[in-house]
């Protein structure tokens, strides 16, 4: 954020814990809109100039002073002239907060990402699983989260912004500021996989070094030629006293045991790109005067412990040594590495920069700081860190962090003049945090263990989000009282403000200084869009919208310190820790493409008990209640989150009962479908049976070995064979038996036409004709004829199938020429209305199928007489049994049987190709009974 905040000064300093010194109300609300600079000395400092630059420096070791009594009173002046100064320049600044959004990266699933940059400040966050209808199709829980909210930050980078441009937008100014004897603090904060450690220490292509190795780059390519002889050293949080330097020379070594091949394997390969990182060659401009040395620390914050990254492991060979060679003996019996966690202390009255408050700060009692004079030094320091932070992680063979890194940069600026003065020293920190992921204990499937330290990660990040609700909240009190000087009294507000919770959580208390101290804070919001946590950044995206709304003092000049007796070393409690072993794998793929991996076991050994008298030093003790409300959040947390984890599997048991529910009754209905296709087989056959067994009956289907090459009339056309017998009745010629032997209508394939002239018909009179055919549809017939219904007659030869299968008949009556003539019927009529019938028969034979269950597969459109008798011209008749019965009565009666010759055959055939004018294809009349 470009502008200031103009609320009042530090409140957090005015609440009963945080006693470090709170700049005066007056001249309250109203902030200085520009930072003043940080004085500058003169290049060749007179006794004059020097004077006034003593006055803002350090102050000097008591203990390395030549004239104790003398130099604290000398001291106690300065502070009050340089406190009168800082407090003057100090002012507020809020917390800035940067957003990074994460690439897509390749080789993951791509979907649709939730984020929209509005504009360079602002991006708008919406739930991808909302239905736009109020609710949410994939949480069982009604969600807390808007389906969709802007979110402003001091600056959104885009996926496409480069490291050196992040660095140089976000990093940059506290790298300065650090030069110039400021305090900083950059944390990175966001759910797991969202780029929190590729934006702190980096990745692996050109370019893509993190802000870590290039602040680093710039302190050192600022500092060159300006190094100190290193002869003070930082102590705690603000103290120097002379140093030893074998004490502070680098472990340029691995001091994890590498003896074992395969670890040491595993090591090398993470070792060996070390150099890969490019490096930054921005240089500050820095006042040639000053002398620099630069330190630099690694802790961690793991399971609300502190540990030393660059301390050195032990190897516990107490163990039994295991061969080598024997592979599965290893990982029974791996190697033993053991480390201390490190305790968090108040820093003695005699650090404060105000004599009246008695505390200045936390710091890590007995984290080492090593001086590094070049960039190259300090990144092999940090990548050392980085080696025992994953090999004492957790996840170790993933690349999670599931610790918080804090690497701090300590530097110590003095005079060149004042060489030999320690109280000339200045002491500036930047801290850089890579924070554990904030994701939920449900996405990382945690248990046991696991879930120990999610819970221990999700309550030091909860605690941080408290801190910094109290510090808002505090401040808007205060800046409220301070706008209305007259209604409340300051002092009042001051002591009624809410105690900041910072002792709850081990991150907040290593980190609390710069927050009620001085110093500038950036926050780092990474997110990764296509990301399926979107209530997680949902919550990252709030924490930092809090986050802006905090302010922390800047100072504009630089701080003078105090140094206490420098000779005073820590002694340790010698209780015996207690201790607490893991188990950790670590692997790696090697360029072979071999995967390698090492069995390691931990010992982490409990903080030491304070010395007693030294919890006095302390600001505050630990409110109780505070902290047992903390702890029933965090057990309400995992409670939710096993009550969650029962739902889910409820869910998925639910899910899984209804569909093998919805699988049987799929059976069920395929059972009952199936049951009762067979039925209307069965019933189809049956029906067809029957029909056959009448059309056997009405003597219309010859014997079976004679199917094939006779002409039959229909079987149902009993009055066919009515018409016959009258017809045979008043005939003496003789029947040719062979001829007139019925024949089966399914015979062959195309149609089959009878055709019976009626020449004696008393009724009709000698030369009326009528053609009845019988058709069986064959699949030529259907496809010109546009039939939808398949036809499965490719065979000669007539069966019964047991497969039902449709089948069309058509009996078609039409009057013959002789017919018509005797009706005094013109040809043309008689063909008009030949074409009206046939039509309208095909009509109807289209609309009969066996397999649709009609029962009236062979339609026989009577004769006249039979005609009127039935009832009128639309009526289809089907003979009925007596019918049949009668008429076989007759033919036995009668003896004979009507014969057709060739002759008469070839004529009926070209009559009816003459008459047919309906598409009725004389090429499928293949036999023509003629009775005379
Ligand atoms: N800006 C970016 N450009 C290219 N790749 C990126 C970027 N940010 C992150 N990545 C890649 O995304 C992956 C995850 O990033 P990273 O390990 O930094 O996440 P993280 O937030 O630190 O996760 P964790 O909390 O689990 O440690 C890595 O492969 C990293 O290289």
């Not at 699933?109 to 940059?117: A, E, K, Q």
């Not at 994953?390 to 993933?398: E, H, I, K, P, Q």
């Not at 010859?702 to 016959?724: C, L, M, T, Y």
């Not at 649709?852 to 639309?874: E, F, H, M, Q």
């Amino acid at each position: 954020m470009a502008t200031r905040s103009k609320i009042g000064a530090t409140a957090t300093r005015a609440s009963s814990r945080t006693k470090t010194p709170v700049p005066p109300p007056s001249p309250p609300p109203r902030m200085k809109a520009v930072r003043a600079k940080a004085p500058t000395r003169p290049t060749a400092p007179t006794e004059a100039s020097k004077t006034r630059t003593t006055a803002r420096k350090p102050i000097a070791s008591r203990a390395n002073s030549p004239d104790v009594k003398l130099h604290a009173k000398t001291v106690t002046a300065r502070q009050t002239q340089a406190r009168t100064e800082n407090a003057n320049a100090a002012e507020c600044e809020p917390v800035m907060a940067y957003l990074r959004i994460r690439p897509h990266l390749g080789d993951e699933p791509m979907s649709m990402p939730y984020l929209c940059p509005l504009s360079d400040t602002s991006v708008r966050m919406t739930d991808p699983s909302h239905d736009g209808a109020g609710s949410s199709r994939l949480h069982l829980r009604i969600s807390t989260v808007a389906p969709s909210s802007i979110y402003k930050f001091s600056h959104a980078f885009l996926p496409e912004t480069q490291q050196a441009e992040f660095f140089t937008k976000t990093t940059l100014p506290l790298v300065r500021d650090l030069l110039d004897g400021q305090n900083g603090l950059l944390f990175a904060y966001g759910v797991t996989n969202s780029g929190k450690t590729y934006t702190i220490q980096g990745g692996h292509g050109p370019d893509s070094a993190g802000i870590l190795p290039r602040t680093l780059d710039v302190i050192f390519n600022s500092v060159e030629g300006m190094h100190s002889d290193g002869r003070f050293r930082p102590v705690r949080l603000y103290g120097v006293e002379e140093a030893d330097p074998s004490e502070s020379l680098p472990p340029m070594d691995i001091d994890v045991p590498t003896d074992e091949p395969q670890l040491a394997e595993v090591l090398a390969e993470h070792l060996a790109n070390a150099d890969d990182i490019d490096t930054d060659p921005t240089i500050i401009k820095l006042d040639r005067n000053y002398e620099y040395s630069v330190w630099l620390s690694y802790a961690e914050v793991y399971n609300e412990k502190v540990y030393d990254l660059l301390a050195e492991v032990t190897e516990d060979t107490s163990r039994p040594q295991i061969p080598r060679s024997n592979a599965h003996a290893q990982t029974a019996h791996p190697l033993l590495l053991t480390r201390k966690a490190l305790t968090v202390k108040p820093s003695p009255a005699s650090d404060a920069l105000d004599e009246s408050v008695s505390s200045a700060g936390k710091y890590i009692a007995g984290l080492r700081y090593f001086r590094v004079t070049s960039a190259a030094q300090a990144k092999a320091l940090v990548k050392l860190g980085q080696l025992h932070r994953r090999v004492f992680g957790t996840l170790a063979n993933s690349q999670s962090s599931r610790s918080h890194g804090m690497v701090t940069i300590k530097v110590l600026r003095g005079h060149r003049g004042d060489r030999d003065d320690p109280s000339s020293l200045q002491i500036s920190r930047l801290t850089l945090v890579d924070l554990a992921g904030s994701e939920r204990t449900k996405h990382t499937q945690t248990t046991g263990d696991r879930l120990k330290e999610a819970g221990n990660i999700n309550k030091s990040l909860m605690v941080l989000g408290q801190c910094m609700e109290v510090m808002r909240s505090n401040q808007k009190r205060l800046a409220q009282s301070l706008a209305n000087p007259g209604r409340t009294d300051t002092r009042d507000v001051k002591k009624a403000l809410a105690v900041v919770p910072f002792r709850h959580s081990k991150l907040t208390e290593v980190l609390m200084d710069y927050f009620v101290g001085d110093g500038r804070v950036v926050m780092i919001v990474n997110i990764n869009p296509y990301d399926t946590g979107f209530e997680e950044n949902s919550h990252v995206m709030k924490f930092s919208a809090l986050a802006r709304e905090v302010s922390t003092t800047v100072n504009n000049a630089p701080i003078p310190r105090v140094q206490t007796n420098s000779n005073k070393r820590s002694t340790f409690n010698s209780a015996l820790p207690r201790a607490v072993t893991r188990k950790v794998t670590i692997s790696s793929v090697l360029p072979n493409k071999k995967v390698s991996e090492a069995h390691l076991e931990v010992l982490e050994e409990d903080e030491e008990a304070r010395e007693d008298g030294e919890d006095d030093d302390d600001d505050e003790p630990i409110n109780p209640l505070v902290d047992a409300l903390f702890d029933e959040i965090e057990d309400l947390r995992l409670r939710l989150y096993e009550a969650e984890m029962r739902c889910v599997i409820v869910e998925a048991e639910t899910r899984e009962d209804v569909m093998k529910e919805m699988e049987e009754r799929m059976r069920e209905i395929e059972k009952t479908y199936n049951q009762r296709l067979m039925r209307e087989v069965e019933g189809n056959e049956r029906k067809m049976d029957a029909k056959i067994d009448m059309l056997h009956q009405a003597g219309l289907f010859g014997p079976p070995q004679k199917r094939r090459d006779k002409v039959e009339e229909s079987e149902e056309s009993s009055e066919i064979e009515d018409e016959a017998a009258r017809f045979i009745d008043h005939s003496d010629e003789p029947f040719d038996s062979e001829a007139s032997r019925p024949s089966s209508p399914l015979d062959g394939k195309g149609k089959v036409k009878a055709q019976l002239e009626l020449s004696n018909d008393p009724t009709m009179g000698k030369g009326i004709e009528s053609d009845i055919e019988i058709e069986q549809m064959t699949e030529e017939d259907e496809s010109l004829e546009d039939d939808p219904i398949s036809e499965d007659d490719d065979s000669d030869e007539y069966a019964l199938s047991a497969k039902p299968k449709p089948r069309l008949f058509k009996v078609v009556t039409k009057p013959s020429a002789k017919q018509k003539a005797k009706v005094g019927s013109p040809v043309a009529k008689t063909g008009r209305r030949s074409t009206r019938t046939v039509s309208s028969l095909e009509k109807q034979i289209k609309d009969i199928s066996l397999s649709d269950g009609a029962d009236d597969s062979v339609t026989i459109v009577p004769n006249r007489k039979a005609r009127a008798a039935y009832g009128g011209p639309d009526v289809d008749f089907v003979p009925g049994k007596d019918d049949i019965d009668t008429t076989k009565r007759k033919k036995r009666q009668l003896g004979k049987k009507a014969v057709v010759t060739e002759e008469e055959l070839e004529q009926v055939v070209g009559a009816a190709e003459r008459t047919s004018q309906n598409g009725v294809r004389s090429k499928n009349i293949r036999r023509t009974t003629r009775l005379n």
